[in-house]
């Protein structure tokens, strides 16, 4: 038995063989021979015949639009006289049919993959996808057949048109060494409900065909050849996923409190405007973060102020009557915005980003605060100031807010006068500063991605060493527990607004540690919210938490201590 | 030859399927249909030269239509990009 852990994308769990899905399109291409070009040529036009006609079988299959909409563009890619010019021309130049195709597909790919856009990167391997598919018509190879047995499938990276043509019939689960989010094998994964787990770098090339695996899709663990036990925690989690899922439904209006009643906000973040939508959706209360980057970036120039006050405004009212906390610019040179001209950095992560470029460029900065100070007008607003190291830094941001205040004032524009202006709590030298910052704001959110990152001083999108990025490592909840001690000691409020807010198993030590409103992912709050009925605040927790040698051993007091809970939980119960 | 220019005011820009709406509009007609955004331009009868602009919310392309078809076609175009690809 072997445990390995990945990124899981899509909730549910899965115990079945393995399927593995590597091949070897390399080796067969080198064994191929070359005949005349005038054959190459007509092999290929009948493999792209034959690939349409393939892709038309699957359209009509498919089950839902996106499936049928990512089939519909790979059709137009066939057919695109970008990739057949390109592919005529190889072959004229003497390539075989199949690599010329390839080739072709490959340098298409490099083309988008270039763009600065994740979501057109991920499309290159649509154009991958549908190369092999000709390649493979042409050289004879069988894609693996996924539509016998029950299998868990695994591979470096899965084609999109591999997935559409799934059903949960026969695949209970995805495991990928590669993938993101925003690949379209993991969209259509997530419309056809087949748990996956995705960035298991090398651990995949331990897994033999075959082999049997636990697959858990909401927290990324596997577990290869798992003995009885896991076995028995399957069905469990099978059928507690069922009564969970009945469970959340009944709890989206009911408040957010602990099982002695006391209220904690659940709040969303928010990233693009129409992502509000999700608040009441999810009974959450208020914005905790709103990331401001969407209304600057992708755009020729920065936005003026009637554009971002419009984006603000559409958020600040839906929120009503709750709080929205807008997070003014964070922005860097990983990033990148055009016209701010941050240009090459060697470490963006440590370079001019955020608070820094705002100081820097007072007017981009005050055209931002006007908007948000109007949008305060039409509910309840306040300004996050994100990458904070300094006192000077908010005393400099907040002498520029009071401008702007009385620029507005002068133009007569409404705002609400008490807006609270708070600071993100993401560098060590923040949490040094906690005292001394909690006297000149009105409340702290603690971004636990970049507090762990610059804490441990790992890069959480480095494979070689994202295992190592764990917020539960006990330098980070020392951190967190020193600045929330601040700023109860000076009167302010405190709330985080990083992955850690959704994370059930951190949920009892934020409580501990006094947390005034956790802000999340929308899809998380029912299961927090859910979770919070049954526990209190617990100092004896905390400093058992404290103790924690290592991440892992922090994992595993705080799953010990849930697990304490539920079976309190359950006697109560029955006794009942 | 029909010119005009308009802002992308859909969410996405144009990505997959903002992209394969108007490659496929494109297809319909007989004229020749250029996208120029920056300094990029592509053919909007091809899908990959469309979607390697990654033209983005905000930004503004222009539109170049040459044929027998070209007015009716311009119209097809100012619906489709006017109603934001028809984007939910």
Not at chain 1, 554 to 559: D, F, M, Q
Request: with cysteine; aromatic share 6%; net charge negative.
């Amino acid at each position: 038995m072997k445990q390995i852990m990945g990124k899981g994308v899509v909730d549910g769990v899965c115990l079945a063989s393995v399927m593995t899905l590597s091949e070897d399109i390399e080796g067969v291409l080198d064994r191929y021979a070359v005949s005349t070009i005038e054959d190459e040529k007509s092999a290929y036009q009948q493999a792209s015949q034959a690939a349409v006609g393939q892709i038309e079988e699957l359209i009509k299959n498919a089950t839902d639009q996106t499936q049928a909409d990512v089939l519909n563009a790979h059709l137009l890619m066939i057919t695109d006289v970008m990739l057949t010019d390109s592919i005529e021309a190889k072959i004229s130049g003497g390539l075989s049919a199949p690599r010329a195709v390839m080739d072709a597909a490959n340098e298409m790919a490099a083309m988008l993959g270039a763009i600065e856009d994740e979501y057109l990167k991920e499309r290159s391997k649509d154009v991958i996808d549908i190369g092999k598919r000709m390649v493979r018509i042409m050289l004879g190879i069988s894609a693996p057949d996924i539509a016998v047995g029950y299998h868990v499938l695994c591979g470096d990276d899965i084609e999109p048109s591999m997935v559409a043509n799934m059903t949960s019939e026969h695949v209970g689960a995805i495991i990928l060494g590669q993938g993101s989010t925003t690949s379209h094998a993991v969209i259509i994964a997530k419309t056809k409900g087949i748990p996956t787990v995705v960035g298991l770098g090398n651990h995949i090339d331990a897994i033999e065909n075959g082999e049997t695996v636990y697959v858990d899709g909401e927290t990324g663990e596997i577990i290869i050849s798992p003995d009885e036990t896991v076995k028995v925690r399957y069905q469990e989690r099978v059928a507690a996923i069922k009564a969970m899922a009945k469970q959340y439904d009944a709890i989206v209006d009911q408040p957010s409190v602990l099982k002695d009643g006391m209220h904690l906000p659940l709040a969303i973040n928010v990233g693009n405007p129409t992502d509000i939508d999700s608040m009441k959706a999810n009974g959450a209360e208020g914005v905790g973060l709103y990331r401001t980057e969407f209304v600057f970036m992708g755009k020729a120039k920065a936005p003026d102020e009637d554009e971002q006050f419009e984006a603000y405004r559409y958020v600040v009212e839906r929120a009503k009557p709750h709080l929205c906390v807008i997070r003014t610019l964070d922005i860097g040179g990983d990033k990148p915005a055009d016209y701010l001209e941050i240009g090459e950095e060697a470490n963006p992560f440590l370079g001019w980003r955020a608070i820094r470029i705002c100081l820097d460029k007072p007017e981009l900065f005050k055209t931002q605060i006007r908007a948000i100070l109007r949008a305060s007008h039409y509910g309840k607003a306040a300004i996050m100031l994100p990458m904070i190291i300094s006192e000077s830094e908010v005393l400099d941001s907040k002498a520029l807010i009071d401008e702007a205040k009385a620029e507005l004032r002068t133009a007569g524009m409404p705002f609400d006068e008490a807006i609270e202006v708070g600071i993100m709590i993401e560098t060590p030298a923040a949490v040094m500063q906690a005292e001394r910052l909690a006297k000149v704001v009105d409340f702290f959110s603690v971004g636990t991605n970049d507090l762990t990152q610059y804490t441990l001083a790992v890069d959480r999108g480095n494979p070689k060493i994202s295992d190592r990025y764990d917020y539960f490592h006990p330098s980070v909840l020392y951190a967190i527990n020193m600045v929330a001690a601040a700023a109860h000691a000076n009167g302010i409020w405190i709330g985080m607004c990083g992955e850690m807010a959704g994370d059930p198993l951190a949920l009892p030590v934020l409580l501990a540690m006094g947390f005034d409103e956790l802000s999340m992912s929308a899809p998380s709050v029912l299961k927090v919210k859910y979770l919070m009925k049954s526990l209190k605040v617990d100092s004896v927790l905390l400093d058992d938490v404290l103790a924690s040698r290592s991440a892992v051993d922090t994992r595993a007091r705080l799953t010990h201590y849930l697990e304490k809970i539920k079976l309190k939980e359950e006697i109560h119960e029955k006794d009942y | 030859m029909i010119q005009k220019s308009y802002t992308l005011g859909n969410k996405l820009g144009i990505h997959a399927r903002p992209a394969a709406e108007l490659v496929k509009l494109a297809g319909a007609y007989e004229s020749k249909v250029t996208i120029v955004a920056g300094e990029k331009r592509a053919d909007a009868k091809s899908l990959l030269m469309v979607m390697s602009l990654g033209a983005k919310m905000g930004q503004t392309i222009e539109l170049t239509i040459d044929g027998p078809d070209e007015a009716d076609a311009m119209q097809a175009f100012d619906t489709l990009i006017g109603n934001n690809f028809n984007e939910a």
